[in-house]
């Protein structure tokens, strides 16, 4: 009898308990004596199995959403507002979106949202032509570049070589 994963919906070999597809596990529930499927997604952050669908981690709480398309775009945003200061805008609104979800995407929000204010502090002080805020600037540069390169290295960590 042919199954089905219940996350993406591929065709599943009887004899194998993860999703060729998505590596989703597959359990077979008996009931009354018809085979079904049942699709377990691991937490990443605890490792409990939770069924499909759920967004949240019963266990810690951690988020099941995948950040990583508004993380990378936030670091787009960073690197630009370099350039042309009011972008920083844009890092900072994808730094407190990340903010409202848990667990490594809170902690990539933070960093944006720190950068992006640091990038709107910078294209106002850029208008000024004092020496001591030009010496600011610079600082906030310095800084800017150490939150690029340590967020960078946080979500490469997390999302890379932890999974």
């Known amino acids: 009898m042919s199954r089905f994963c219940d996350k993406c919906g591929a065709k599943i070999n009887d ?21 079904g499927t049942t699709c377990i997604v691991v937490c990443p952050y ?17 988020s099941l959403e ?10 787009i945003f960073a690197i630009l507002s370099l350039f042309v ?12 979106y990340l903010l409202t ?17 640091t990038a709107l502090i910078l294209s106002f002080l850029s208008f000024t032509t004092d020496l001591y805020i030009l010496d600011m600037i610079g ?9 690029i390169i340590g967020g960078a290295i946080i979500w490469f960590t997390d999302t890379i070589i932890i999974k």
């Open 15 to 35: 004899t194998i308990n993860f999703c060729d597809k998505c590596g989703a596990e597959v359990k077979t529930n008996n009931n009354n004596g018809n085979a």
């Open 85 to 96: 200061g009011p972008l920083g805008f844009f890092c900072l609104i994808i730094g407190v």
């Open 46 to 62: 605890c490792g409990k199995n939770i069924p499909t669908g759920e967004t949240f981690c019963s266990k810690c709480g951690g």
């Open 66 to 75: 995948d950040n990583t398309f508004a993380v990378i775009l936030g670091y």
């Open 139 to 147: 600082l906030l540069v310095m800084i800017y570049f150490i939150l």
């Open 101 to 117: 979800k848990n667990g490594k995407a809170k902690t990539q929000g933070l960093i944006l949202s720190i950068m992006g204010i």
